[in-house]
């Protein structure tokens, strides 16, 4: 059998071409490997690159959104918001002025006696001005003149009831006649109280609203205007005290309150000519969280001039008063609410829409767009009242709209903005 093997002779002799191929082989590994490296990267900068009109396209805000609105059926109720303080119905600032008339030198205050938060009886003294009374009696009418025998008017049927109701009777006096019985009531309250009644000086006439009558110089009991304060109601109380022992008797001694509590508030210029008397008023206090109601009183006409201190005001203001439909807890006295006031409703439910989905085409007609899913509707409507923002529409065909229906109050030109924090 033959050896065929080959020869340690031959292996030696074909070794430099055995290594040759091997290095072809490696060199051809490393050839293909580069060619991947290199076509992965023109894969990858091939991915980075964009054409300008795509990145323009990849950057473009998203359509705008249309909003829109139901259309409801409600009663439109157009309100004023404003501010108030609770207080009494009438505040009757005290003065010392001509208190002792010509007999006196110098009006000074001699005594003082009321103080601050307590309540007032009919007939109470409250100072004493050189000497002189000044007093609280029930009436509706200040006092602006001399009352003495012979008097005749409104303001001497006053003064009868309310010496009627501390305990002098005027006698057989006719109502709105200063006679005897009169006379000699006056001069029955002023030594109740403590002083003599002051008498008639020279020879006065005083026509009131009758004929006038003379009066002899020194005859006959005198009620001068400077002593007595008349307020509307017997429920009365102190708010403030100025006056001093020695000092002169000049404005705002004393600060009396009287009647039942109101709220007294202020409106703007635009606001004032939506109110009336008699409109509903919602009352809340937003310290204790009472709600309460009240009805619109009375509206001024014009704008009040300073605010208390003599401050200016930033804007006009128009005062309201509002009285409550209850009685109003004591405790609200000074207290700051808020006013809610109904200043306008429609006569039942209709159909609205916000404001701005009314709009007025080219062609002159008033209409809605209703927004369908096979497409936006013109509506042409008529318009009613508007109030809060919302305005009453009425359809031009009868069933042309109906609540429920979505029309369009807008367009959201902010694109997209679900992912905004």
């Known amino acids: 059998m033959v050896d065929q093997s080959p020869s340690p002779q031959a292996e030696a002799a ?11 082989r490696r060199l051809l590994m490393a050839v293909l490997a580069g060619s991947v490296v290199v076509t992965a990267a023109g894969v990858g900068s091939a991915a980075l690159l964009k054409s300008p009109a795509q990145a323009a396209a990849e950057t473009r805000p998203p359509a705008p959104d249309v909003i829109t609105a139901p259309v409801e059926r409600k009663v439109l109720s157009e309100t004023v918001v404003a501010r108030g303080q609770v207080a009494a119905s009438q505040h009757v ?23 601050p938060g307590r309540p007032l009886h009919m007939g109470q003294v409250l100072l004493e001005i050189s000497g ?37 009777s005027t006698g057989g006096d006719r109502a709105g006649v200063f006679g005897p019985g009169t006379e ?40 001068p205007m400077s002593e007595v304060v008349f307020v509307r109601s017997a429920s009365a109380q102190v708010d403030d005290v100025a006056a001093e022992v020695g000092e002169e008797a000049g404005p705002d001694l004393v600060s009396v309150s009287a009647g039942g509590l109101v709220v007294n508030g202020s409106v703007a210029a635009y606001q004032k000519g939506l109110l009336r008397p008699g409109q509903k008023v919602d009352i809340a206090s937003e310290s204790t969280g009472q709600q309460l109601t009240g009805t619109v009183q009375s509206v001024a006409q014009r704008p009040t001039g300073k605010e208390k201190g003599g401050e200016p005001q930033s804007a006009e203001g128009y005062a309201v008063r509002i009285s409550p439909t209850g009685k109003l807890p004591a405790s609200l006295v000074g207290e700051d609410v ?5 200043a306008a409703s429609s006569s039942g439910s209709v159909l609205a ?7 007025a085409g080219a062609d002159g007609r008033t209409t809605v767009t209703v927004r369908k899913a096979g497409g936006d509707r013109r509506v042409a409507v008529r318009t009613g009242m508007t109030a809060d923002g919302y305005a009453e529409i009425i359809p031009a065909v009868r069933g042309g709209l109906a609540p429920g229906d979505q029309v369009i109050v807008g367009v959201d030109t902010r694109g997209d903005t679900a992912d905004r924090p």
């Not at 074909?14 to 072809?24: A, C, D, M, N, Q």
């Not at 808020?338 to 109904?342: K, S």
């Open 353 to 359: 829409v916000p404001v701005s989905a009314v709009s």
């Open 14 to 24: 074909g070794s430099p071409h055995r290594h040759g191929l091997l290095r072809r």
């Open 338 to 342: 808020r006013l809610t006031i109904a």
């Open 93 to 115: 600032s005290v003065s010392g002025a001509g208190v002792g008339g010509s007999a006196v030198g110098r009006s000074v205050v001699t005594k003082v006696r009321v103080q």
């Open 184 to 223: 000699k009531a006056v001069a029955a309250f002023y030594r109740a109280i403590g002083f003599e009644p002051a008498t008639a000086g020279a020879d006065k006439s005083d026509s009131g609203s009758g004929a006038a009558t003379a009066e002899p110089a020194g005859s006959g009991s005198v009620v």
């Open 132 to 168: 002189r009374p000044v007093f609280v009696l029930k009436g509706a009418l200040p006092a602006y003149r001399d009352l003495r025998t012979g008097s005749r008017g409104e303001d001497v049927t006053q003064l009868q009831k309310a010496l009627a109701a501390v305990g002098h």
